[in-house]
């Protein structure tokens, strides 16, 4: 009685690892990234004390697991490298962050101020890419121009709550 009961318990468990295991494997579908702000061609204020607003919605067919948002220089248009010498009073700016997602299936309106472009920034073009990855490592990726200014941005009415 006792080997009848312990080797179901044993199959059981090979049977549940092994469809857990094989959710994962089968999950080829990468996440949903619908970013909402910044918009393309945004234009950011250098120093603003209030941060950027960054807006989202994140989903997955199965399980998300995290988002990092980047932000660089695209001073040349393409390889991030800058024609000339840059100001010696003002610095490229760059900001790279990740976020936890794990345990969701959908992630609406992620919504934070905790893109802060210092006074010293070099105005000009950036990139802002956002990349989210789920459990099973499937990736997507949202870009975006946008630009650095030291005058209130086009869009500023957007960066308000």
Not at 73 to 99: I, K, L, W
Request: overall charge negative; proline content about 4%.
């Amino acid at each position: 009685m006792k080997t009848i009961g312990l080797t179901s318990t044993v199959l059981f468990s090979f049977c549940w690892l092994l469809t857990a295991c094989s959710d994962n494997e089968g999950d080829t579908t990468p996440p949903r990234i619908d970013l909402i702000a910044p918009v393309e061609g945004a234009v950011l204020t250098i120093g603003d004390p209030h941060g950027v607003l960054f807006e989202a919605d994140f989903s997955n067919d199965v399980m998300l697991g995290s988002y990092k948002i980047e932000i660089h220089a695209n001073f040349d248009g393409h390889d991030h490298s800058r024609s000339g010498e840059p100001d010696a009073e003002t610095v490229d700016f760059y900001f790279q962050r990740s976020y936890d997602l794990s345990g969701l299936r959908h992630k609406e309106n992620e919504h934070h101020h905790d893109i802060v472009i210092p006074e010293n920034a070099t105005p000009g073009n950036y990139h802002l890419m956002v990349w989210c990855t789920d459990q099973a490592g499937n990736e997507s990726s949202v870009a975006r121009n946008i630009r650095l200014s030291l005058e209130e941005g086009e869009d500023h009415e957007h960066q308000e709550d």
